[in-house]
């Protein structure tokens, strides 16, 4: 590292600091400082920012309509795995002038696939022990690992649910090996986001045995952490639709459905991405409070969709408001563990300089401290936690005490109506009230 680090990527930018609010440099930190304790611990240590390998350093803004538009100084060479190893010094050296303390990746992200199985995995070999040096170089340690199993062309019918067995067994020696990746690299999650697990149309589906096909592979990954002394927590990652028309892990909900009809819900967890929750047609606050309520709730892919536009665009989160009211759930529910905020967000297609790079997550940083923050004065303050205690209240005694208790019945009930209580009294929710209360905090 050292010598990698001498040889810098990004000689016009240092390491961002915080400068704080009233800071009109656009490289500075206006509400992360790293280091300010809080309640014991830093917060760096609370938010456990994390930078996405795929979009920040295999992303180069293509879409549908035309080629990559991002071209970096460092993407030079003809060896793939040398090319990958100083694309890899690059990153290490954007985690730290950016201060994150974690990143994450897909197998295919940091290693070239190859020929075949074998190459792929020697060339995973090579690059993993490559991060084993930059992350103790660094101190920037690993979220989480996953797998790319949708981008290759055999897993264009899904991989664990695809109607081809030989596939399905390439996939599981693939996560295998992704698996022994992450394990070795320290990681404390490992995700599982159903790539192109669904459907196009269910005429050429058996949607049944392709649900228990998915099952099967995520018992054999638990038995795998298990023989290979994995400890890091299982994520699963919903999303509704996209690539496929209809995703199996459509939101929390159907995940967690689905985790308990094939027995897995004690291994899993859920990584919950504020994209995904609003494609199906939720809130990021609601994905959270369900999968909080489960006691499910693992870690979050930090980005923000466009409410005009039906698909996955990835963006950087500045919505103050909608991140305040998530961290609220988040702290409510305990935090989220092992898991941290991961920026699954990519540059815009015109976005192409390096300072881009910085200020977007600078500005995602900033919005998730500043949340953060914000929410600590909600909790403290109590007043709206006070509402939605006192809205529930009666049933913190006497009969409604007794329904939450299953001590009562439909006839005794009844009885009690008929002779006691008669017709209930009419009680505002307040809503506008609560509205104008959050406002006082956010202003
Ligand atoms: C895709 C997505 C993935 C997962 C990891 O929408 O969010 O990048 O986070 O496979
Ligand atoms: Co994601």
Redesign the pocket.
């Known amino acids: 590292m050292e010598g990698s680090m001498a040889k810098t990527h990004f000689p016009k930018i240092k390491t961002v600091a915080y400068e704080g609010p009233g800071s009109g440099n656009p490289l500075a930190f206006k509400h992360y400082n790293p280091e300010e304790i809080i309640g014991g611990k830093t917060l760096k240590e609370h938010l456990r920012f994390s930078i996405?390998y795929?979009?920040s350093f295999r992303g180069v803004g293509a879409d549908p309509f035309g080629p990559g538009t991002i071209v970096r100084p460092w993407e030079k060479g003809t060896d793939p795995v040398s090319i990958a190893k100083n694309r890899m010094d690059a990153a290490f050296e954007f985690f730290t002038k950016i201060q994150a303390p974690f990143y994450?990746f897909?197998d295919r992200d940091i290693a070239p696939e190859g020929r075949t199985l074998a190459e792929s995995n020697r060339n995973l070999d090579k690059i993993v022990a490559h991060a084993k040096q930059l992350q103790k170089a660094t101190g920037i340690k690993l979220l989480w690992g996953?797998a790319?199993l949708?981008s290759n062309p055999r897993y264009m019918n899904g991989a664990a649910t695809n109607p081809d067995a030989h596939v399905f067994a390439y996939a599981a020696a693939q996560v295998k090996k992704a698996m022994e990746a992450t394990k070795a690299l320290g990681g404390e999650n490992y995700?599982?986001?159903g790539?192109r697990e669904g459907y196009e149309t269910l005429l050429n589906t058996d949607l049944k045995r392709e649900q228990a096909h998915l099952a099967a592979f995520l018992h054999m990954a638990v038995d795998y952490a298990k023989e290979i002394g994995f400890k890091g927590q299982f994520l699963i990652?919903p999303?509704p639709k996209?690539p496929t028309k209809h995703q199996y892990d459509f939101d929390v909900a159907s995940g967690i459905a689905f985790l308990r009809t094939f027995g897995l819900e004690k291994h899993f967890k859920f990584?919950i991405?504020t994209?995904?929750a609003t494609l199906a047609g939720h809130t990021f606050s609601h994905e959270i409070e369900v999968a909080a309520a489960v006691g499910m709730l693992g870690s979050i892919?930090a980005?923000s969709g466009d409410m005009l536009l039906g698909w996955?665009t990835?963006q950087f989160n500045t919505d103050v408001k909608e991140l305040t009211l998530a961290m609220v759930s988040i702290l409510r529910a305990g935090g989220l563990g092992s898991g941290g905020f991961?920026f699954?967000a990519k540059l815009r297609r015109a976005s192409t300089d390096v300072e881009d790079l910085f200020y977007a997550h600078i500005g995602g940083m900033d919005a998730y401290a500043l949340a953060f923050k914000l929410a600590l004065k909600i909790r403290a303050d109590g007043k709206l936690e006070k509402f939605v205690q006192d809205r529930y209240s009666s049933y913190d005694g006497d009969y409604g005490a007794a329904i939450e208790k299953k001590k009562t019945s439909f006839k005794d009930l009844e009885k009690l109506v008929l002779k006691k209580l008669g017709e209930p009294k009419s009680r505002s929710g307040h809503q506008e009230y609560l509205e104008n209360l959050l406002n006082t905090y956010l202003h």
């Open positions: 996405a795929w979009h994450a897909h996953t790319n949708f995700v599982f986001w790539g990652e999303k996209e990584n991405e994209n995904h892919d980005n996955d990835d991961n699954d």
